[in-house]
């Protein structure tokens, strides 16, 4: 069973406001990953990081950050928060062996910006 | 373009057998994987294809032809449980995840 962890699971917020959605794990992944997604709609990768000190900008512009400063913890910050960004944040974290491998989700953290 | 294309939404009868069809196009080729996800819960994973055939696992089995750019989920003995989205996704040549919509599947008494 995956060890990853989301907080928090469901977030009400005014717009503007700074949030962070806090993701750890206790696999120790080197790779991670923050995902967008819609209902119905498919996943989309917004950051991600394979260790360290290491992060990387996905397909999908949020106007967020993200900071690797330990193996297992990986959270993504909106400075300032509009209702576009209202989804479900999916945290992913994989073995990262031969680049190939599943990816084990947290349990999502949903976001609604008023 | 990358494309992942599977359908919106199947429905099937439960103790029956459904076949869920993900086509795609992507620069290069990695591996596809399938993932599980219930209303309301984050993705688990189902299976890895990375080589032509037939991958079976249990009531769930997983097809794929990459000269064809296909691949399909076989479901059998249907159980209500079973209800869900089903993701198709495609690892491109950079190692990055290319993802379907995902296919709803309703399992019907």
């Known amino acids: 069973e995956a060890d990853i962890y989301q907080t928090p699971r469901y977030l009400v917020i005014g717009t503007g406001k700074k949030i962070t959605l806090e993701c750890s794990q206790t696999?120790?992944?080197?790779?991670m990953y923050w995902y967008q997604q819609d209902p119905g709609m498919e996943l989309h990768l917004i950051h991600y990081?394979?260790?360290?000190?290491?992060?990387e900008k996905g397909d999908l512009s949020s106007e967020s950050t993200v900071s690797r400063i330990r193996t297992e913890h990986f959270p993504l910050t909106l400075e300032s928060a509009r209702p576009s960004h209202t989804s479900q944040y999916l945290c992913?974290?994989?073995?990262?062996?031969?680049?190939?491998?599943?990816?084990?989700f947290g349990e999502g953290s949903r976001l609604t910006v008023l | 373009g990358q494309n992942i294309d599977q359908p919106t939404e199947m429905t099937a009868t439960e103790g029956a057998i459904v076949q869920i069809n993900c086509t795609y196009q992507?620069?290069?080729?990695?591996?596809l994987f399938w993932y599980q996800q219930h209303a309301g819960e984050a993705p688990t994973f189902l299976s890895y294809?990375?080589l032509d055939g037939l991958e079976e696992k249990g009531r769930f089995s997983s097809f794929l032809s990459r000269s064809k750019g296909y691949s399909y989920l076989l479901l059998k003995e249907l159980q209500m449980k079973d209800s869900a989205s089903y993701l198709c996704?495609?690892?491109?040549?950079?190692?990055?995840?290319?993802w379907g919509a995902g296919t709803k599947l309703i399992i019907k008494p």
């Open positions: 992913a974290s994989s073995t990262g062996t031969g680049d190939t491998g599943e990816l084990f």
């Open positions: 696999m120790g992944h080197d790779k």
């Open positions: 990081s394979y260790g360290v000190n290491s992060t």
């Open positions: 992507t620069s290069g080729f990695n591996g």
């Open positions: 294809n990375v």
């Open positions: 996704a495609v690892m491109d040549s950079n190692y990055q995840l290319i």
